[in-house]
């Protein structure tokens, strides 16, 4: 079993800065893409960001320059560093692992809220 465990989310305001962590632990094999995704009230969850093992990275086109997505290989942990931050990344942030064999694993979900 593949556990992930986020933290950092709160509340800020706008302009502010938060970084959240992603801690993976238990039977990791293969780690091929760690990202994070979001899901406001009422709509659909997006990808915000990505990191290929290989080192790439995706970013959804709003947080472009305002957020980071880096790991610690030797920790299994991914993070997130939200800059500038506006009201509209108001959401409920998610962890995803995807592992080379196609396993999918996801946290619990962290809230991140940005008062205007």
């Known amino acids: 079993q593949v556990q992930l465990v986020e933290s950092g989310g709160g509340l800020v305001q706008a302009g502010g800065s938060l970084r959240l962590d992603c801690a993976a632990s238990g039977r990791i094999f293969g780690i091929n893409v760690m990202a994070w995704y979001r899901q406001a009230p009422g709509k659909q969850r997006e990808l915000v960001a990505a990191l290929t093992s290989g080192g790439s990275t995706n970013y959804v086109d709003s947080v472009k320059g305002r957020f980071t997505i880096s790991r610690d290989g030797a920790k299994n942990t991914v993070y997130l560093q939200m800059n500038s931050l506006k009201p509209e990344d108001t959401a409920v942030y998610y962890c995803?692992?995807?592992?080379?064999?196609?396993?999918?694993?996801w946290g619990q979900g962290t809230q991140v809220t940005v008062s205007s």
């Open positions: 995803k692992l995807s592992t080379m064999l196609g396993g999918n694993y």
